[in-house]
């Protein structure tokens, strides 16, 4: 089966612009998770989606985050406007609809705002 | 606040030997509790799920503990290999879909 997929691998933007992040998930994921992390930290969790419903958005770190899944397949994460502190790598993650099933991820979109 | 401990120095074995790691955790109740790989530029990759009712699980020559009354977890490879190298990952469930929690990792690095 293809694995998760994340568009871009890098992205490099200047403060103020804003950024748009993709994930394809596993074909009949229906959970779909997005995961940041900042240089010298551990993984973050950011938010969870089941299908296209928003079931977690603890993790999210202010508004300036807006995460979508249209449709429950893909999901896209923006970031508007960027800033320093956003820099890191964000991770997509997806697992079947079955409890405690194992996290699936995605190589991850290298952000670094300068 | 929940904290979860890996001890963030790499760990250097030589090939051949068991490679021991340690996940600690303060202030969680997990449910289940989980050991990813993750190598340079790749997101992280599954290995072993382990139940709070399970004491040990195996898988090939991995093998995981689990450990509720002191709060930790020791995840071992016997017979390293070069190809072990890499960052390992403990991650916490309080169950249910509920948020997996990752801790820093433990960069293992096996000598040949």
């Known amino acids: 089966e293809a694995g998760v997929t994340q568009f871009p691998s890098h992205s490099v933007i200047e403060k103020g612009q804003t950024v748009t992040l993709r994930c394809d998930p596993i074909?009949?994921?229906?959970?779909l998770y997005w995961y940041r992390r900042v240089m010298g930290k551990e993984i973050k969790f950011l938010l969870h989606f089941v299908k296209e419903s928003k079931q977690d958005e603890s993790g999210m770190p202010n508004n300036r985050f807006l995460a979508e899944r249209t449709g429950g397949t893909y999901s896209t994460l923006k970031v508007q406007p960027a800033e320093l502190e956003d820099s890191g790598v964000y991770f997509c993650a997806s697992s079947q609809g079955r409890e405690h099933s194992p996290l699936h991820f995605g190589n991850g979109t290298r952000l670094t705002v300068t | 606040s929940q904290k979860i401990e890996q001890n963030s120095e790499a760990l250097n074995i030589q090939e051949g030997k068991t490679a021991t790691l340690t996940c600690n955790y303060t202030?969680?109740?997990?449910?289940?509790l989980q050991w990813y790989r993750q190598d340079p530029g790749r997101g992280p990759v599954f290995l072993l799920l382990?139940?709070?009712?399970?004491k040990e699980k195996r898988k090939e020559r991995l093998k995981v503990t689990f450990d509720t009354t002191l709060k930790q977890s020791l995840f071992h490879i016997t017979a390293s290999q070069p190809a072990d190298s890499a960052t390992y990952l403990c991650?916490?469930?309080?169950?249910?879909?509920?948020?997996?929690?990752f801790g820093i990792g433990t960069k293992l690095q096996v000598i040949p």
């Open positions: 202030n969680y109740s997990p449910a289940y």
């Open positions: 074909s009949g994921h229906d959970n």
């Open positions: 991650a916490l469930s309080p169950g249910g879909y509920q948020k997996v929690t």
């Open positions: 382990i139940r709070e009712n399970e």
